[in-house]
């Protein structure tokens, strides 16, 4: 069986870094809130081009926490409208609720599955006061537009780049683009911790500050609260493990490029259809998700022939019991998504013998 992402095989290319890591960590006696973190901060925010990372202890805090702040310092009030897409993973949506907030789904733009400039103009109400712009799979959404858009609208702009560590349009990467952008560390995405971890990046220093606060039971100071808080932090063996992998990240960038290049070359057949990339270079291909109309078929038929596909999403948000009151929405380019996608295997340790067999697959389904 080609599996979808052999994390075991990934990790120990770097077994021996990560056990240094470890240890130094283990002998330094230091477990939260120490130097391993303070030093990914630091590497992970210039790796992104911002001026300020805040280690979480997930991606949904990354989130959760941001929007938080933001009505601390009076940006955003209860009852605000968000702009989220409709076709997003349930975490994105699930941090505006928690805040009492509310979610204004949207649907995206049906080539990129991604939030579109022109989605989001046509969802404003005066309620409207920020944007989550979700960057799927590994490629970014319409920054430039979507920021134009929040300039002239006085919106705020929460990147969750849970997804797309390192992608970028005309250079600037995931991060840089939005008034803030929560990532996930979980193992499975393309920076991945050996356990959870996230991080707020924003170039908005007021911001940050009131994130790490609210992450550390609402204190700067042992023992005096300025906020009811949470605890969510990430901890210093995370983070030096994360340090490891951040060295490594841009190489398996380039190797899940030279994946999903190989799948764009030879990948013919006429029932599936190829995702859309607006730009080569841009692209960091966390997912390869091919759509057919027949998609759980081609799943069948894959998983006979040796290759483990997945889901992203079999259901949407406004499908899930979670949200019943969202059940009645129509949203046909969402609800098609997620009836007709499906994720090929992708990683860094996919062997060409490996990605051969997946196309040779993917061709002989009729
Ligand atoms: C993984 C993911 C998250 C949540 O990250 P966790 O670290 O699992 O909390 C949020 N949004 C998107 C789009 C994701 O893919």
């Not at 590497?43 to 941001?66: H, I, P, Q, R």
């Not at 609210?214 to 990430?234: H, I």
């Not at 290759?307 to 009151?325: D, E, G, N, R, W």
Request: net charge negative; proline share 4%; charged share 20%.
């Amino acid at each position: 069986m080609i599996s979808f992402l052999d994390l075991k095989k990934l990790n120990a290319a770097y077994a021996s870094e990560l056990e240094e890591a470890c240890a130094r960590v283990i002998d330094s006696g230091w477990y939260i809130g120490g130097q391993e973190l303070s030093s990914f901060e630091r590497e992970f925010a210039d790796y992104c081009g911002a001026s300020n990372c805040v280690g979480v202890a997930n991606g949904l805090d990354a989130l959760t926490l941001t929007l938080r702040a933001w009505k601390e310092m009076g940006r955003l009030r209860e009852g605000d409208e968000v702009i989220v897409p409709a076709n997003t993973y349930i975490a994105s949506v699930l941090a505006i609720t928690e805040n009492r907030l509310v979610p204004v789904l949207v649907e995206p733009d049906p080539a990129t599955f991604n939030l579109s400039a022109a989605g989001v103009r046509a969802a404003l109400t005066e309620k409207t006061k920020a944007v989550i712009a979700v960057h799927l799979y590994g490629q970014l959404a319409d920054m430039p537009g979507i920021m134009d858009l929040a300039h002239e609208r006085d919106l705020l702009v929460l990147e969750d780049a849970a997804q797309s560590h390192g992608a970028s349009i005309d250079g600037q990467k995931a991060g840089a683009w939005g008034h803030a952008a929560g990532f996930s560390f979980y193992p499975g995405k393309n920076l991945g911790a050996l356990g959870d971890a996230g991080a707020l990046v924003t170039n908005d220093a007021e911001l940050a500050k009131v994130v790490r606060g609210l992450g550390n039971y609402g204190s700067y100071k042992k023992y005096e609260n300025q906020y009811q808080g949470v605890n969510s932090r990430l901890d210093e063996i995370q983070a030096a493990m994360l340090k490891v992998k951040l060295a490594h990240l841009d190489s398996e960038i380039a190797a899940r490029r030279q994946v999903a290049d190989a799948y764009r070359a030879g990948i013919n057949n006429a029932s599936i259809q190829l995702p859309a990339v607006a730009d080569e270079q841009a692209h960091v291909w966390h997912l390869f998700v091919v759509r057919c109309e027949r998609r759980d078929e081609l799943q069948k038929f894959l998983t006979e022939q040796g290759v483990q596909t997945l889901i992203h999403y079999p259901i949407p948000p406004h499908k899930q019991q979670a949200y019943a009151a969202y059940g009645s929405l129509s949203l046909p380019t969402t609800e098609t998504i997620h009836r007709e996608v499906l994720s090929l295997p992708i990683s860094p340790v996919m062997s060409d013998d490996e990605i051969a067999a997946v196309v040779r697959a993917v061709n002989a389904f009729s």
